[in-house]
């Protein structure tokens, strides 16, 4: 069993910041990519950054600049430094994560339960 456990969202106003985080627990033999993705209110949900093992970062062009992904290997942690947040960042984040839970295990992605966070003054 593999379990990802977000950090509390929270209400922010336009302009500010807020840092999420997902800790992997459980069966891990290797963590590949982490990530993070997001569903805002009548919209398909849609990828906000992914960062690989060896430190390779992916972000969607509406949050360039603005958001940071980050990982802790050594805790099986990954982060997401949300600044200059806007009301159209308002939405559900997901935390994601691809697992192997044993050598011969090929992995599988795996959820968070998701963190919801508002932006609005």
């Known amino acids: 069993q593999v379990q990802l456990v977000e950090s509390q969202g929270g209400l922010v106003q336009p302009g500010g910041s807020l840092r999420l985080s997902c800790a992997a627990s459980g069966s891990i033999f290797s963590i590949y990519a982490m990530g993070w993705h997001r569903q805002a209110p009548g919209k398909q949900r849609e990828l906000v950054a992914t960062i690989t093992s060896g430190g390779k970062i992916n972000y969607a062009d509406f949050v360039k600049g603005r958001f940071t992904i980050s990982r802790d290997n050594a805790k099986n942690t990954v982060y997401l430094q949300m600044n200059s947040l806007k009301a159209d960042d308002t939405a559900v984040y997901y935390c994601?994560?691809?697992?192997?839970?044993?050598?011969?295990?090929?992995?599988?992605?795996?959820w968070g339960q998701g963190t919801q966070v508002t932006v609005s003054s």
């Open positions: 994601t994560a691809a697992i192997s839970s044993g050598v011969l295990d090929r992995g599988k992605n795996y």
